[in-house]
C-alpha cells in the first residue's frame, strides 16, 4: 500500500492561473516559425505554475472524492459509482494501472474522471525536470492515447513536490496541482492532516489503494457516504470547483 505521511503546505490557488493547453508544452526559447524565418526568434514565456490545493473554498455542501493509484478493482465499486451517480475522481498511475485499463474505462462510462498520477509513481522531489516531466507528461499522453482524455489535474505521489514538479506539471497542461486534507483508511475510518478533525465543505478526500484491506473499496466509500449524509454532505465534481478557483 503507498501511503503519503506528513503535511505540506498547499500554495493558494491565487497564486497562479493557468492557461488551457495540451500536451506537454514547447520548450522555453522555442521561437515562432515566422519570427524565426525572419531571423527575430522571439522566446516562449514559460507556462504559469499550477496552483496546489487541498481544500477548496466554497459555500456548498460538498466534499470531493479522489482515488489513487488504482491497484484496488472492486466490481461492486462499479455499481456504486453508477447507482448513486458519484463524480469520483480516479487519480491513475500506468505502471499499477496498466493492466487493468478496461476496469477504468468502465468506471468512465459511469461517471468517474480520471486524472494523472504519474506513470511509475515514484517521489518525485529532487528528481531533474526532465524526470518529472517525463512521469507527468508521460501519463498525459497514455490516458490520451487510451481514452482521449488528456486529464487537467494531478496528484504527485506520496503527496510530495517541488518547484521543479510544479514546472513540470505546468509544462504538461496540468491546471492544479491536488493534494488532500481527508484520508479515508482502509478500515473505513476517516484521518486529518490538518484543521478540524471532522468533515467540511470543500474537503478533498484521498482513498489509497490498500493491500488487501479490511474493508473493500465499495464498503468503504458506502460508510463513508453514510458519514457524509449524517453531515448534509454531499460528493462534488472536482473539476468544477477548481475550475470556478482558477477564473
Not at 71 to 91: C, N, S, T
Not at 117 to 126: I, Q, S
Request: with cysteine.
Amino acid at each position: 500500500m503507498r501511503r503519503r505521511r506528513g503535511t505540506l503546505p498547499a500554495v493558494p490557488a491565487a497564486l497562479a492561473l493557468l492557461a488551457a493547453t495540451a500536451g506537454c508544452a514547447a520548450p522555453a526559447g522555442a521561437g515562432d516559425v515566422s519570427s524565426r524565418a525572419a531571423g527575430t526568434a522571439t522566446a516562449v514565456a514559460p507556462a504559469p505554475l499550477p496552483p496546489v490545493v487541498d481544500h477548496v473554498t466554497t459555500d456548498d455542501p460538498v466534499v470531493f472524492l479522489t482515488y489513487d493509484d488504482g491497484a484496488e478493482r472492486d466490481p461492486r465499486f462499479i455499481d456504486l459509482v453508477r447507482d448513486r451517480r458519484l463524480p469520483v475522481g480516479m487519480f491513475l498511475t500506468d505502471s499499477v494501472t496498466g493492466p487493468g485499463y478496461g476496469h477504468f474505462a468502465r468506471l468512465r462510462a459511469v461517471g468517474a474522471t480520471l486524472q494523472n498520477h504519474t506513470l511509475d509513481h515514484p517521489a518525485l522531489p529532487g528528481l531533474p525536470l526532465a524526470a518529472q516531466r517525463a512521469q507527468i507528461c508521460g501519463q498525459q499522453r497514455k490516458l490520451a492515447a487510451r481514452f482521449g482524455v488528456r486529464p487537467r489535474l494531478f496528484r504527485p505521489p506520496y503527496g510530495r513536490y517541488d518547484t521543479a514538479t510544479l514546472r513540470a506539471a505546468a509544462e504538461c497542461g496540468i491546471a492544479a496541482v491536488v493534494l488532500w486534507r481527508v484520508t479515508l483508511e482502509p478500515d473505513g475510518h476517516l484521518t486529518y492532516r490538518h484543521g478540524p478533525r471532522r468533515l467540511i465543505p470543500g474537503d478533498i478526500i484521498a482513498v489509497p489503494s490498500g493491500e488487501a484491506p479490511p474493508l473493500s473499496l465499495a464498503e468503504r466509500t458506502a460508510r463513508l457516504l453514510g458519514e457524509l449524509e449524517k453531515r448534509g454532505l454531499e460528493a462534488g465534481r472536482l473539476e468544477d470547483h477548481v475550475g470556478r478557483v482558477l477564473r
